[in-house]
């Protein structure tokens, strides 16, 4: 297959593990006659740098004849004190806004390798292979707003249409992992959730092979700690998923490890690391390249439909992992780590060895 990916690597450690993961991709290419094409933009306090804009048409337009995007992460203490309209945050909002990208997944997969390093005890954190699918372009963040001297407002506004993708979205999610879906909500509370799970409920008959449960949101924050290998495809309101998906990202207590995906009924899609852009490590080639590689798979995987492709690159991560090769975030006291490129390679050597 022939596929456009336009590789926006940001700011800090965005360029350093966005090379690292161009160069999977690459190795991907090669081994199962792929065609890959990359294009380059600017965004975040790069794109400020050189033109005034975290998000320039220029790499708009780059986006938008691609079929994918990679992203890096942006932002630093460089621009922290810009002007709103001139902080790199602003880039990543634009850009989701822009392509319409209301469905954000965030896996999160207990590494048998890196137990040890989850702040949940051992035999809790083994079995998590969960997803959160968040809601990313309507609710509480996007509602109507305003305040005056002492008083303040925000809404949180779902229409029947918003919850249906979505809802259908975990549906399809579910239906190729283990078959579950619980949707989350505050139904004894909003009318809004109310909706929601009138929706789900409607939906579900479509999909009778999935298990569907209801869960409150403040239940679900305490079963994600207490029983997080319970949960497979968890589906959920935009603020209650910004939550709830930096709650589910602990569990493996490694940062560096975690891919997502911002997507949308098409196909097209951005992917990115969950972390930042590492101000303390920029520059200095130690950074794990492992959730920027594994987004890169999560891309063959829900753009491309190359399963088998994203499924390789996700068992090299891992044997890597267990063979005891890690950078230094990951390191044990004694051991000695690798670099960002060295680690890369190791994922490359085991790739080829697969394959
Ligand atoms: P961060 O994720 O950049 O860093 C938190 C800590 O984790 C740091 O000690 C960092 O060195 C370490 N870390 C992060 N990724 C790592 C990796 N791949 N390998 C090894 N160590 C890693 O979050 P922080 O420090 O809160 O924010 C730094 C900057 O990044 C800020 O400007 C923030 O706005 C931005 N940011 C951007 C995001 C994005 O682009 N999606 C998301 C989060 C923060
Ligand atoms: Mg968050």
Redo the contacts with the bound molecule.
Sequence with gaps: MEKTIAVLP?????PE?TRAAVKVLKLIARRYQHEFNFSYGLI??AAIDALDNPFPKETADACKTADAVL???????K??NNPSELR??KG?LAIRKHFGLFANLRPVKAVPALLASSPLKEEKAAGVDLMIVRELTGGLYFGEKARTADDAYDTLVYSREEISRIVEQAFELARVRRGKVTSVDKANVLESSRLWREVVEEKKAAYPDVTVEHQLVDSCAMKLITDPSAFDVVVTENMFGDILSDEASVITGS??MLPSASIRTDGFGLY???????????GKG???????ILSAAMMLRYSFGMETEAAAIEEAVQTVLEDGCR????AEAEGRSLT?EEWTDKVIEQLDAEA
Excluded: F, M, Q, Y
């Excluded at 940001?10 to 965005?14: S, T, V």
């Excluded at 992203?71 to 203490?77: I, M, R, W």
């Design positions: 940001g700011d800090g450690i965005g593990v975040g306090g992203l890096g992460a942006v932002g630093g203490p621009w922290d790199p945050e990543l940062l560096g990115e690391p969950v972390h930042g852009s590492g101000p303390d490590i920029a130690i950074a794990n390249p492992a959730a920027a950078t230094a975030d990951l960002t």
